[in-house]
C-alpha cells in the first residue's frame, strides 16, 4: 500500500479504475475564506467597471449604440458577390456590376451623417449654455498658437469619420464624378463638352500645379517664389515675415480645380504652421484681409472646416487695433507683434488710402456673422457711414483720407490705382447681403454715375476709356487695375431696368475692349501696368516704369464676367490668347516670372511669382474654360483676390453663427 500513501486526497483514475481517496471531503476553513474573498472581488470588480469607469458610461457608448441600431440591416453583410459560374468578382468588378451597392453604402453614410450632425447640435447647445455664464470679450485677442497635432475634439473626430466614409465612396464611384462638398454649390466639376474648350482649360491646370509644385519645392513656407533664383520671395507689403502668402492665397484654386493632395498639404500647414503671433515687421492691413483672411473664409465657406474660420478670426484680432483712431478709418500698416500701426509716410500727409480701408467690407461682415463676434462689421460699417455722409467733389471720392481729421486729402480720384476696389465692394457688398446692403447699392450708382460724367473718356479711334483726375484736370491714362471696371459694369448691371442694362453692358463690353487693345499692342499680347491716350498714342504706355506686367489678372477677370454675362466666344478666344502669351513669355522652368517690358519679346523677367497668379490669374482663366455651374453668380461672390465668398440667403454655406 505504499502506492497509496502517496495519492491526493481527491477522486483519480489508475488503469481506468476510480480511486476514493480515504481523507477528508470537505475544504478547511481557511479555505472557505479564501474561495469566498475571491469571488466578492470578482462581483466588485464587474459593478464598478460598470457604474465608476466614466469610459463605460460616456454618450460615445450609447451613440455607437444608437448608429448601429438606425442603420439596422445596413451593416448587414452580403455574401461575396459571385458571377454566374460562382466565382467570386474582384473588387472592380463589383462596383461595375452592382450599382445598388454604391447606392446603399451611400445611404448609410448620410445616415451616420445626420446621426452626428444631431449629436454634434445637442453638444453645441449644451456649450452654448454654459457659456451664457462667463461670455468672453470680443476685443481680446486670441490665441494664434497651432493645436497639438494628436489632439482631436469629438466633432473633430465625427467629421473625420465622415470624411474617411465620403472619400471611400468617392473612390468606389470613381475620379469621374466629382461631388460638392456640404460647405457650399458649385465648387468642384464645371467639365465642359466641347474638346477644344476642355484641353484648354486642362492646360490652364497643368500651367497651375507647373507653378504650385515649384512654389513647394523652392520655397515652401515663404510668401512667394523667385522662379530663376529657386528661392522664397517676400514683398514689401508682408514687411519681413514669412507667412506662406502663396499657400494661403492659392488653396481655394487648387481646391476648386481638384487638386486635392495639393490642398490637403496646404490645408495642414495652414492648420500647424500659419500665426502671426511672433512676426515683429509691419505688414499691410488691406494685402492681409484679401489674401489672408479672404483666402481662409472662402475655404471655410467651401469645405466647413473650421479650422479656417479659427484661423481668419485670429489674423483679424491681429488687424483690430489699426482701427484705433479719432474717426475709426483704419491706418495701412500695422506691427503685428506690438499693434501699433501707421500710415504710408507718402500717401497725401499720411493719409489712410480709399482702395485699402474700402476693401475690407466682404471679409468682415462674413466674418462677424459666422463668428458671432459683431466687431468686424461695426468696424466697417463705421467706415461705410463716414464715407456716406461725406461731401463728395464732384461726386467723386477722392483716394485719400485723413483718419484723424476725418477730411479729404489730396484731390486725385482714380477708379485705377488707390480707388478700384473700394467702387467694387460697394457693389460686391449688395450682392453679398442677399440685395439687402440698399445703402452700399446707392453709393455705388451714384458713384458710377459721377464717374461716367467726370473721366469716362473717347479717343481719337473710339477707345472707351477712364482718365484720372487730378485737382480738376484729367490725365489721360488708364491703369491695368482700372480694366476690373469691364467686369464689374455688366456685373451691376444686371439689377437695372432693361435700358439701363443695355447701357451699362455696351460700357462694360466697351472698356473690356480697350483692355484687350493694351495687350494686343505689345510685342508679347500682355498688356503693361498703366497705358496712356494722346493724339498719337493710345492704349499704349509712354514712360519706362509703367511697361511691367506682373502677372495681374484685372483684364482675364473681365473677360470671365463678360463670358458668363453675354456668352461671346471672343471673350473666351482673348483669354486665350492672353495664356499662350503667359504661357510662352512667363514660364521658365521653376515657375512662372513677370515682365519688365511687354514691348521686346524677349524681355527681361522680375523674377518674382506672385502669390496672386494663382489666386486670381489662372482661376480666372480656369472658370473662363468651365460651365457655368462652377462658381454660379448667382450664389457665390468674389473678393477682390477672387476668393469666392457665399451670398446670404441663396448659399448654404453662408451659415450665421446662433
Known sequence: MATTSILPTY??????????????????????????????????????TVFFLPEFRSSSIHSAYMHIRDAGSDLLLPPPPQDQEGNVLRHNDVNNNDPHRLVDRAKLIEKIHQ?????????????????????????????SSPPPRNVRSKDARNELIISNAADDTANLIGNDIIRDHPGGPGTRGGEPSDPVTRERRNKIKEMTKHAWDNYVRYAWGENELRPISKRGHSAGI???????????DGLDTLYIMGFMDEYKIGRDWIATSLSLDQSNSEISIFETNIRFIGGLLSCYAMTGDVMFKEKADQIAQ?????????????????NLKTGISKNYAWASSSSSILAEFGTLHLEFVYLSHITGNPVYKEKVDNIRNIL???DKPQGLYPNYLNPKTGRWGQHHMSIGALGDSFYEYLLK??????NEDSQAREMYDTAIEAMENKLLQTSKSGLKYFADMKYDRLEHKMDHLACFAGGAFIYGAQDYSWSKKEHYTQLAKDITNTCHESYSRTATKLGPESFRFTDNTEARTLKQNEKYYIQRPEVIESYFYLWRFTHDPKYREWGWEAAQAIEKHCRVENGFTGLKNVYVLDSPKDDVQQSFFLAETLKYLYLLFSEDDLIPLDSWVFNTEAHPLPIKGKNVAYKESS
Open 388 to 390: 456716406y455722409k461725406m
Open 238 to 248: 508682408f514687411g519681413k515675415s514669412t507667412l506662406g502668402a502663396t499657400i494661403v
Open 429 to 434: 457688398a449688395w450682392f453679398q447681403s442677399g
Open 11 to 48: 477522486q483519480r483514475y489508475v488503469n481506468g479504475i476510480p480511486i476514493i481517496s480515504t481523507g477528508r471531503k470537505t475544504l478547511r476553513l481557511r479555505e472557505k475564506y479564501v474561495v469566498v474573498l475571491i469571488l466578492v472581488s470578482f462581483i466588485t470588480i464587474c459593478i464598478g
Open 318 to 334: 491681429k488687424l483690430l487695433p489699426a482701427f484705433n483712431t479719432p474717426t475709426g478709418i483704419p491706418f495701412a500698416l500695422i
Open 115 to 143: 446621426d452626428l450632425e444631431k449629436e454634434r447640435q445637442k453638444n453645441l447647445k449644451e456649450n452654448q449654455d454654459k457659456a451664457q455664464v462667463e461670455k468672453p470679450q470680443y476685443n481680446e485677442p486670441q490665441s
